[in-house]
């Protein structure tokens, strides 16, 4: 891996293969190509199982933590949750009225949360599928969601550039983070919980603290510095030191 070498190439999907997801312990590996996802054995590259029941676009996949089940969603409206390695399809759950475009499960695999169209995120439990919650107040389409690693703490894009730290399961609203100018696409906490990863479509990372001194770290390319101190978003910027070839900033929150 470090060479960057290929070590084995996986063939057998039909169409583009739009997102991949690796089993907590590294064994597995499951691919989703349009509405069609593939478990495959790792390092062989074996396929184990094929899993078909999706009748559109798969937009997401998620191991449990315990590597027992992948859960998957997309375009058709769906959630559906299959046991792992078998590939056997658990009962179906409830359908929904929106496309899901992301799933997480919470550290302890009682629970997933999904994020939908309808600018909601709703929490079900595992492996039956019962609607536990559904937390509302997002402003844009849910593609983002992570748990912090207790579980107490769930991280949602719903706002489009801004953040939603919400706890759980009954979905207050903890604290929202809006430093970023453009849309979110990318979320996680740190193993210690006690920071937050955001990345935007502008190319922009902010490392979050959510405690303390709630400091952010604004990591970004060096030729951007000048555009973004001009910003609104990104204020009382200090420390600045050179990373290569970008740039690593601390700011207030607020």
């Known amino acids: ?35 069609t996802i593939k478990l495959w054995s790792i390092p062989d590259g074996k396929c184990l199982a094929t ?45 929904l009225t929106n496309a899901v475009y992301c799933l997480a499960f919470s550290p302890d695999g009682a629970r997933l949360a999904s994020g939908d169209s309808d600018k909601k995120v709703k929490l079900w439990s595992v492996p039956d ?40 399961p009954e979905g207050t609203t903890q604290t929202t983070l809006t430093s970023h100018s453009s849309t979110v696409s990318s979320l996680a906490f740190s193993p210690d919980g006690m920071l937050v990863a955001s990345g935007d479509s502008d190319g922009i990372l902010i490392l979050w603290e959510l405690q303390g001194a709630k400091r952010q770290w604004v990591l970004f390319d060096a030729s951007l510095f000048s555009e ?18 970008g740039l690593v900033c601390t700011c207030d929150m607020g």
């Open 1 to 35: 891996v470090p060479e960057g070498k290929p070590l084995i190439a996986l063939e057998g999907h039909q169409d583009q293969v739009s997102v991949v997801c690796f089993s907590p312990d590294g064994t597995l590996l499951a691919s989703a190509s349009y509405d």
């Open 228 to 245: 973004l101190s001009q910003q609104t978003g990104f204020r009382n910027f200090r420390d600045k030191k050179s990373v290569k070839s």
């Open 51 to 95: 899993l078909t029941g999706h009748t559109s676009t798969i937009k997401t996949i998620a191991f449990s933590p315990d590597g027992r089940f992948l859960a998957s969603g997309g375009y058709d409206l769906k959630i559906k949750l299959w046991s792992v390695p078998d590939g056997t399809l658990q009962p179906e759950w409830t359908a």
């Open 129 to 168: 599928g019962i609607l536990q919650h559904t937390l509302i107040g997002n402003s844009y389409t849910v593609s983002r969601i992570a748990f912090s690693p207790d579980g107490m703490l769930l991280a949602s894009n719903g706002g489009g550039s801004k953040i939603s730290i919400l706890s759980i």
